[in-house]
């Protein structure tokens, strides 16, 4: 199973930076036509090797797969994009491959180059113990129950690491993954390089703006995460915006009969199911997953997320509708499969390890109640605690890459995107740590504009990446 399929979540010496100047690209890379299906006319691949781990450059290799579309001008050319993917987990040569219709302008101007992560490389070669579930999580309700989950976690993330024949399990955090980066523009043999950065994709941009900020030409940013001023910000923010979504699904609910709901209060029935499953949790059956449980935090925190998009003609909205009233009734098959997978993958160390180094855990108890607390201010129907940061209590290891203040000397203005129904606010986080950037709002569902296909964002990230020009403060694309 592929992990990210059911997600809904000290400095080094700068001489590290530097064990390798630019060379020319020819050079390190030797380019040759890409294989396989799906492949865009032109584009070429490579690879580039890295050390797994960054302290010992002339330690164990791993080879980082590339791909590029030259610039379809090249006496106009620019330099080179390079797309940073989100997940963790995901492939940035499939991103290109399905964004490149839509980057065609860009492409006039650019080589848009992807690469694989070192967290592709990890999760194509997990073994077995790094996909077995540590337990079964769920919320917390005293010190002894969260340190009983913490420990259970722990245990098998040990065992992960003592079956880990790639080495990377200590190696898979942020800085690793920028200090990657690093390596493929040397490769390229660009001194500076353009960036495209998407959803997790933003927590290596900005560990790549912490390392190396002089080597930054732009940074487009679409709806990603900042992880530099701590995940409980992040959290809230998140959490803030889907109460306000599930807000709109109960209004439309209202005026809408053929939602399985109307006629009745959707937020008062949806409540009082959360209420009572998790006093009497309903038993599912996944095809997939096998059997398990619906309690009220699982439902909180993955059942209306993966309905929260209302989809073409609402079809989302009318399936959560209806699976809300079958489940107030003991059936709750429309939920067995979002709920029991991301229970499992956020139970699962292999997936856990791509991000716990990126200090996304609960540090203890007390720090899961006041989020707990938090979370009941912000959100009456959605609010529960997080289940990566329940995985991540266990991190056996140090944090890699701690949650600090970014700094921004050297940066360069950036151009952020998000949905004004979702991660805008988490893009606009982002964006308004570095002077003189600019958010623009998508008025609309969706997550990640330039790999939807919206043109309005796209347009405004290829002004900016050709000319570095932003447009206004307040500027907003209308819905496509």
């Known amino acids: 199973m592929r992990m990210s399929r059911w997600l809904v979540a000290a400095m080094v ?3 590290l930076a530097s064990t390798a100047s630019a060379v020319r690209g020819e050079e390190r890379l030797s380019w040759r036509a890409c294989e396989g299906q799906g492949v865009p006319a032109g584009m070429e691949c490579a690879a580039v090797e890295v050390p797994v781990d960054w302290a010992e450059p002339d330690g164990r290799k791993i080879p980082l797969e590339l791909a590029r579309l030259p610039a379809t001008e090249p006496d106009r050319r620019i330099g080179s994009v390079l797309g940073v993917p989100g997940g963790p987990g995901r492939k940035g040569i499939e991103d290109l491959k399905h964004a490149a219709g839509d980057l065609t302008e860009l492409r006039g101007r650019f080589d848009l180059v992807a690469y694989n992560p070192r ?9 077995p113990s790094c996909l077995r579930p540590g337990t079964s999580p769920d919320e917390p309700r005293s010190r002894r129950q969260y340190e009983a989950l913490a420990a259970k976690m722990t245990r098998a993330f040990e065992a992960c690491r ?37 959803s997790y994709g933003g927590v290596p941009a900005a560990a790549y703006a912490r390392l190396f900020p002089h080597r930054i030409r732009a940074l487009y940013v679409d709806g990603v995460v900042n992880q530099t001023v701590g995940w409980p910000r992040q959290r809230s923010l998140a959490l803030s915006r889907a109460e306000q979504v599930f807000g709109r699904f109960t209004a439309w609910c209202s005026a809408t009969p053929a939602c399985a709901l109307h006629g009745e209060d959707a937020g008062a029935v949806w409540r009082e199911l959360t209420r009572e499953a998790d006093r009497r949790p309903i038993p599912v059956t996944s095809p997939e997953f096998g059997k398990g449980e619906l309690t009220g935090s699982r439902l909180k925190t993955f059942g209306f997320a993966g309905f929260g998009d209302p989809g073409p003609g609402n079809t989302r909205w009318l399936a959560f509708a209806d699976a809300v009233n079958r489940a107030r009734q003991g059936d709750g098959s429309g939920f067995a499969d979002v709920v029991l997978g991301n229970v499992r993958v956020w139970a699962m160390p292999g997936a856990l390890a791509m991000t716990c180094a990126d200090e996304r855990g609960y540090t203890g108890y007390a720090e899961l109640t006041q989020a707990r607390r938090e979370a009941g201010k912000i959100s009456a129907n959605l609010a ?47 964006t308004r740590m570095i002077p003189g950037s600019v958010t623009v709002g998508y008025d609309g ?5 330039y790999l939807s296909g919206k043109q309005c964002p796209i347009r405004h990230a290829t002004r900016y990446l050709i000319e570095l020009k932003l447009p206004g403060p307040g500027t907003v694309c209308p819905a496509e």
């Open 162 to 198: 003592a079956e880990d024949g790639t080495g990377l399990f200590a190696h898979l955090d942020s800085l690793s993954v920028a200090r990657d980066m690093d390596a493929v523009r040397r490769a390229l043999g660009e001194e500076r390089l353009s960036f495209m950065a998407n």
């Open 384 to 430: 529960s605690v997080s289940f990566d940061a329940l995985g991540c209590a266990g991190w056996p290891l140090k944090v890699a890459n701690p949650s600090r203040p970014l700094p921004v000397r050297g940066l360069p203005p950036v151009l952020g995107v998000g949905s004004t129904w979702g991660d805008q606010a988490l893009t606009e986080s982002f």
């Open 445 to 449: 569902p969706g997550h990640v504009m």
């Open 13 to 15: 010496p700068v001489l």
């Open 119 to 127: 967290n592709t490389v990890w999760q194509d070669r997990l073994p």
